[in-house]
């Protein structure tokens, strides 16, 4: 079965650039989306088709993807960002989900 | 807007069979150009797709394990989901989710949560 694969944890400064990255076999020929999900919540899609931003959410959070790997990159971080971020994409009529990186505003 | 609304137990005790449902507003569970899936959250596993249904012709389903039925009720424009002979693995908080048809198109619409323990 088709897997991808994040860091569990990334950490940044306030102000600074984040970069989490998800990877999968011949990632770049699939789309992947984004998610973000904060406790007591329902996940929150802040990226889809590789790099394009659903409505309402901030120019920060921008997304690529080349060969095996995809990268979500949030500019300019703020503390409300602290959360669990997960990328996806389908296999066959299968959706898959990277096992999710914590992201820690310090 | 699009809202979906989940209800359900929250305690299922081993071996039977879990049951949720989903209801939809602002949309159509007949829509041609979306997909009514469920996914679930623990934190051992983390996200996890279980499946989905949809119509286009007719209608289809896709599942992640044999233990899973999604069905739609177009009379209540809902969609519910069985998972058959649960172990407290099980456990955690299951979504339902809708994606459009679009090549790269997320799970945009998203229920509340309901938590679900497994326990006798």
Known sequence: SYELTQPPSVSVSPGQTASITCSGDKLGNKYTCWYQHKPGQSPVLVIYQDNRRPSGIPERFSGSSSGNTATLTISGTQAMDEADYYCQAWDSSTAVFGGGTRLTVL | ??????????????????????????????????????????????????????????????????????????????????????????????????????????????????????SS
């Open chain 2, 1 to 118: 807007q699009v809202q979906l609304q989940q209800s359900g137990p929250g305690l299922v005790k081993p071996s039977q069979t879990l049951s949720l449902t989903c209801a939809i507003s602002g949309d159509s569970v007949s829509s041609n150009s979306a997909s009514w899936n469920w996914i679930r959250q623990s934190p051992s596993r983390g996200l996890e797709w279980l499946g989905r249904t949809y119509r286009r012709s007719k209608w289809y389903n896709d599942y992640a394990h044999s233990r899973i039925n999604i069905n739609a009720d177009t009379s209540k424009n809902q969609f519910s989901l069985q998972l058959s002979s649960v172990t407290p693995e099980d456990t955690a908080v299951y979504y339902c989710a809708r994606v459009g048809i679009g090549a790269g198109d997320g799970f945009d619409i998203w229920g509340q949560g309901t938590l679900v323990t497994v």
